[in-house]
């Protein structure tokens, strides 16, 4: 059975998508994309999804005639129809992405055996278009077709993906003696979080295996139209609260933040704040702003203290929020964070590990 599930976008292998949306927003529906990733403590991808956060969105609909557009293209690129994949490009995609560079991915492709069966399908609408991916297992790989959808140019990126192994993720058992609120007030959508390579984007780190990218949902989406500059996001310039109490043992600060789609993985981290929550248990917060960061090293800070802004530093090409946890300030090893009193897709549980494509809010008084 084919599953429908929002999962975000992994590591680029093969890519070709000139003006692709930085910005991404979505849900979980019914699927089973947590059935196959290793063991850990995660949310069902099953969980019910109030129609507040799809029907506002138009998701839906968005995504309906994303999958009636791309699904054949995919179709096309599994059959070796290169012709008509590159008929459907929108004029700058076509461009870029020649019929001769398609054969190139279908040809790397074919010699390991071709993509295999369709196993899942994900989609996630923007502002800007819409993303939609198709997954394929097979003994070679786990192989991505992706491509954005745009209703008046029609397919505007084409992407092939391989992702990272599936395997057990480190220290999958721990459990920290302290609680973790989230770090950030309102409507918080998890755009990487949970167990394996299809829910979360730093699986293939042991050092930051079980962290979280984190943006903030507001109305439509995470970005007011044009969604063009890092002031279009709602995350942006948000204030991060200290999810714990503890003794800040490393801060990383004065960098700039980069343009959309632009990143800076000689500094991976850009501004950050290191606090150490536990006993050998630290708590990384990073993407910060520029000029933000309101705790020096060797503060001691309260959970719910307001440390810093929300940023768009370092190694990141649209603004959210990265929190981990680990077992060193540096050279580290991931630990599960779990946070406490959540809401997750309408649902109250006392702690819970969020999975990519979920809506998380503190409880309140009153829920």
């Not at 050279?331 to 969020?354: E, H, K, M, R, Y």
Request: glycine share 10%; aromatic share 8%.
């Amino acid at each position: 059975m084919i599953a429908r599930v929002m999962l975000p976008l992994v590591v680029l292998v093969f890519a070709a998508c000139p003006d692709a949306p930085p910005v991404v927003d979505g849900d979980v529906s019914s699927g089973d994309a947590a059935e196959d990733v290793a063991s850990g403590p995660q949310v069902p991808a099953d969980w019910p999804q109030p129609a507040l956060y799809t029907e506002v969105a138009g998701y839906g609909t968005r995504c309906d005639a994303a999958e009636n557009a791309l699904i054949p293209v995919f179709d096309a690129f599994r059959a070796g129809d290169l012709s008509a994949v590159q008929d459907s490009f929108s004029t700058a995609l076509a461009a870029e992405l020649p019929t001769s560079a398609v054969q190139t991915l279908f040809d790397g492709v074919d010699a390991e055996g071709g993509l295999g069966p369709l196993t899942s399908i994900r989609c996630i609408a923007v502002d800007t278009g819409v993303w939609f991916w198709s997954t394929h297992d097979t003994d070679a790989a786990l192989y991505r077709l992706g491509g954005t959808y745009d209703g008046e140019q029609g397919v505007t990126a084409f992407t092939l993906e391989v992702l990272p192994e599936d395997a057990p993720g480190p220290n999958a058992d721990f459990t920290a003696s302290v609680e973790f609120a989230l770090p950030l007030k309102g409507l918080t959508y998890v755009l990487w979080g949970g167990a394996g390579p299809l829910l979360n984007r730093h699986w293939a780190s042991p050092a930051e295996a079980w962290a979280y990218d984190l943006v903030v949902w507001e109305g439509e989406g995470v970005c007011a139209a044009p969604c063009g500059a890092n002031e279009d996001h709602h995350v942006f310039g948000r204030t991060v609260y200290a999810p714990a109490g503890g003794t800040v043992v490393r801060v990383d600060s004065g960098h700039p933040d980069q343009p959309l789609g632009v990143s800076d993985a000689a500094v991976p981290y850009g501004n950050s704040v290191v606090i150490e929550v536990a006993s050998g248990v630290f708590l990384r917060l990073a993407q910060l702003r520029e000029g933000s960061i309101s705790v020096s090293e060797g503060d001691v800070v309260m959970q719910g203290q307001a440390i810093a802004e929300v940023g768009n530093s370092g190694d990141s090409e649209a603004p959210h929020l990265h929190v981990g946890l680990a077992d060193a300030p540096a050279t580290a090893t991931a630990l599960p964070l779990q946070f406490s009193d959540l809401v997750i897709n309408g649902v109250d549980l006392n702690v819970a590990l969020p999975i990519a494509g979920t809506f998380v809010r503190q409880q309140v008084p009153g829920d």
